[in-house]
C-alpha cells in the first residue's frame, strides 16, 4: 500500500514535467519525432505541403519543424480550406484542384443557357408577324394572279391546251376553216373583202355599200405622195377613222384596222387589237379569226409615211398595200386567207397558202403591225 502514493508521485511528477517541456518548446525524448501531427492531415493535400513549406522556408535554415508543427498544420488547413473559392489565381499544374476550377466555369456556362431558352420566345414571336405580312400582301399579288386571261391569250399556254388539227396532210396548232369567194370587190378594196371573209365565216352576210356606210369616206384631197430626202411622203386622210381614197382608182387608197374596228363592232363582234406572233396565235387558239394588213404576196413594200390633215403619221408601205385574214397557224408558219386570187401579176395566186413566221412578221411590221382578232358572235 506504501507503493501506491509512490506511484501517485511519480506519475504526477511526469506530467508536471511534460507541461514544463511542452511550454519551453524542448524536444523531448519521451515523444517519437512529430508524427502524430503528421498523421492529423487529410489525404490529397499532403502534396501541398512541401510547396508551401519550400516557398515559405528559406533554403538553409535549421529545421524546427517538430516545433512547428501544430502550426504548419493549422496554416496548411487554413489555407486549403479557401483555395476553392479564389478563382481569379491560376492554381499550380499540379495540383488537382485545376480540375474543379473548370467545373466552376462550366456552371457559368450554363447561365448562357438560360438565356438561349430566353430566345425561343423571341423567335415564336417572330412567325405570328411573318405570318401577318403575307395576309396583307395577297390581296395586291392576286389580282395580278387573275388576270392570266392576258396570259391565256398567250401561245404557251393555249397551244399547250390545243389539239392539233390536220388539215390536207398538214398538221397545225390551230386552223379555223375560213369562208372564200373569188375576186375583190374592186382593184383596190382589199380591207372590205378581209372583212367580208370574217362576217361569212360567222356567218353574217354584209355587202361592201353596208362597210362603207359603217367606216366613212375620209374627207380632203385625194390621196398622193412624194419623194423626199426623208422618204416617200403619202398625204391623205385620216385612216384611223375612215376610209381614204377612190378604191376603184387609186392605188394609194386605203384604211387602217383602227378604222375597220368601227365595222365590226358595229354588227356586234368583239374586237382586239393584235400586233404580235404571240397575240396571233392566241386569238386563233380562241376560234378568232384575225383580219391584217399586209402587202400583195407578202413581198417587200416600199417603205412610206402617210401624214393625216391634223399632222399624225402611219408607217405603211407605197405600192403593193393589202389585207388578208390570218386563219391557222403552227410553228413553222401561218395560213392565210386571200380573196384577192390570181391576177396580172400572179397567175398562179393561190386563196389559200402557208406564209413562214419569219417572212410574216416582217411584213407585219412595214404595216405597223396592224391586226384585228374579231371574236365570234356571242363571245
Same mark, same amino acid.
Given at each position: 500500500?506504501?507503493?501506491?502514493?509512490?506511484?501517485?508521485?511519480?506519475?504526477?511528477?511526469?506530467?508536471?514535467?511534460?507541461?514544463?517541456?511542452?511550454?519551453?518548446?524542448?524536444?523531448?525524448?519521451?515523444? !517519437?519525432?512529430?508524427?502524430?501531427?503528421?498523421?492529423?492531415v487529410p489525404a &490529397?493535400?499532403?502534396?501541398?505541403?512541401?510547396?508551401?513549406?519550400?516557398?515559405?522556408?528559406? #533554403?538553409? =535554415?535549421?529545421?524546427?519543424?517538430?516545433?512547428?508543427?501544430? =502550426?504548419?498544420?493549422?496554416? %496548411?488547413?487554413?489555407?486549403? =480550406?479557401?483555395?476553392?473559392?479564389?478563382?481569379?489565381?491560376?492554381?499550380?499544374?499540379?495540383?488537382?484542384?485545376?480540375?474543379?476550377?473548370?467545373?466552376?466555369?462550366?456552371?457559368?456556362?450554363?447561365?448562357?443557357?438560360?438565356?438561349?431558352?430566353?430566345?425561343?420566345?423571341?423567335?415564336? $414571336?417572330?412567325?405570328?408577324?411573318?405570318?401577318?405580312?403575307?395576309?396583307s400582301e395577297p390581296?395586291?399579288?392576286?389580282?395580278?394572279?387573275?388576270?392570266?386571261?392576258?396570259?391565256?391569250?398567250?401561245?404557251?399556254?393555249?397551244? #399547250? *391546251?390545243? $389539239?392539233?388539227?390536220? !388539215?390536207?396532210?398538214?398538221?397545225?396548232?390551230?386552223?379555223?376553216?375560213?369562208?372564200? $369567194?373569188?375576186?375583190?370587190? /374592186?382593184?383596190?378594196?382589199?380591207? @372590205?373583202?378581209?372583212?367580208?371573209?370574217?362576217?361569212?365565216?360567222?356567218?353574217?352576210? !354584209?355587202?361592201?355599200?353596208?362597210?362603207?356606210?359603217?367606216?366613212?369616206? #375620209?374627207?380632203?384631197?385625194?390621196?398622193?405622195?412624194?419623194?423626199?430626202?426623208?422618204?416617200?411622203?403619202? /398625204?391623205?386622210?385620216?385612216?384611223?377613222?375612215?376610209?381614204?381614197?377612190?378604191?376603184?382608182?387609186?392605188?394609194?387608197?386605203?384604211?387602217? &384596222?383602227?378604222?375597220?374596228?368601227?365595222?365590226?363592232?358595229? /354588227?356586234?363582234?368583239?374586237?382586239?387589237?393584235?400586233?404580235?406572233?404571240?397575240?396571233?396565235?392566241?386569238?386563233?387558239?380562241?376560234?378568232?379569226?384575225?383580219?391584217?394588213?399586209?402587202?400583195?404576196? @407578202?413581198?417587200?413594200?416600199?417603205?412610206?409615211?402617210?401624214?393625216?390633215?391634223? &399632222?399624225?403619221?402611219?408607217? =405603211? %408601205?407605197?405600192?403593193?398595200?393589202?389585207?388578208?385574214?390570218?386563219?391557222g397557224f403552227n410553228?413553222?408558219?401561218? %395560213?392565210?386567207?386571200?380573196?384577192?386570187?390570181?391576177?396580172?401579176?400572179?397567175?398562179?395566186?393561190?386563196?389559200?397558202?402557208? %406564209?413562214?413566221?419569219? *417572212? @410574216?412578221?416582217?411584213?407585219?411590221?412595214?404595216?405597223?403591225?396592224?391586226?384585228? #382578232?374579231?371574236?365570234?358572235?356571242?363571245?
Amino acid at each position: 500500500m506504501k507503493r501506491t502514493p509512490l506511484l501517485l508521485a511519480l506519475c504526477l511528477g511526469l506530467l508536471i514535467a511534460l507541461a514544463a517541456w511542452s511550454k519551453l518548446g524542448i524536444s523531448s525524448p519521451i515523444i !517519437v519525432g512529430a508524427t502524430p501531427p503528421a498523421t492529423l492531415v487529410p489525404a &490529397g493535400r499532403e502534396a501541398a505541403l512541401p510547396t508551401q513549406t519550400a516557398a515559405d522556408t528559406p #533554403a538553409g =535554415t535549421p529545421t524546427p519543424q517538430p516545433t512547428n508543427t501544430s =502550426t504548419a498544420t493549422s496554416t %496548411v488547413l487554413s489555407t486549403a =480550406t479557401p483555395q476553392p473559392t479564389p478563382t481569379a489565381t491560376p492554381p499550380p499544374s499540379d495540383t488537382p484542384t485545376p480540375t474543379q476550377e473548370p467545373v466552376t466555369a462550366t456552371s457559368t456556362r450554363a447561365k448562357p443557357s438560360a438565356t438561349r431558352t430566353r430566345v425561343p420566345p423571341t423567335r415564336t $414571336k417572330a412567325p405570328p408577324t411573318a405570318t401577318v405580312v403575307p395576309t396583307s400582301e395577297p390581296p395586291a399579288v392576286e389580282p395580278t394572279r387573275d388576270e392570266p386571261p392576258t396570259p391565256a391569250s398567250e401561245p404557251a399556254g393555249g397551244a #399547250a *391546251k390545243a $389539239k392539233p388539227v390536220v !388539215v390536207n396532210g398538214r398538221t397545225y396548232d390551230a386552223y379555223i376553216p375560213a369562208a372564200t $369567194k373569188k375576186k375583190q370587190y /374592186y382593184h383596190y378594196t382589199c380591207e @372590205f373583202d378581209a372583212s367580208w371573209v370574217v362576217f361569212k365565216t360567222y356567218g353574217i352576210d !354584209v355587202t361592201l355599200d353596208d362597210q362603207l356606210a359603217q367606216i366613212g369616206l #375620209a374627207e380632203g384631197t385625194e390621196p398622193y405622195f412624194k419623194e423626199t430626202k426623208d422618204g416617200v411622203l403619202i /398625204y391623205g386622210g385620216d385612216i384611223t377613222n375612215a376610209y381614204s381614197g377612190d378604191y376603184k382608182e387609186n392605188f394609194l387608197a386605203r384604211s387602217t &384596222g383602227l378604222a375597220m374596228s368601227k365595222v365590226f363592232r358595229h /354588227y356586234g363582234l368583239r374586237v382586239t387589237p393584235v400586233h404580235s406572233r404571240e397575240g396571233i396565235e392566241a386569238a386563233l387558239l380562241r376560234g378568232e379569226l384575225v383580219w391584217v394588213k399586209v402587202t400583195a404576196d @407578202f413581198k417587200p413594200g416600199r417603205p412610206s409615211t402617210w401624214i393625216m390633215p391634223d &399632222g399624225r403619221t402611219w408607217q =405603211t %408601205v407605197l405600192g403593193n398595200d393589202h389585207a388578208a385574214v390570218v386563219m391557222g397557224f403552227n410553228k413553222d408558219a401561218v %395560213v392565210i386567207r386571200d380573196v384577192l386570187g390570181p391576177t396580172n401579176t400572179n397567175y398562179n395566186r393561190k386563196y389559200e397558202y402557208e %406564209v413562214p413566221w419569219a *417572212k @410574216f412578221l416582217a411584213i407585219f411590221a412595214s404595216q405597223s403591225n396592224d391586226g384585228l #382578232a374579231v371574236a365570234p358572235p356571242g363571245q
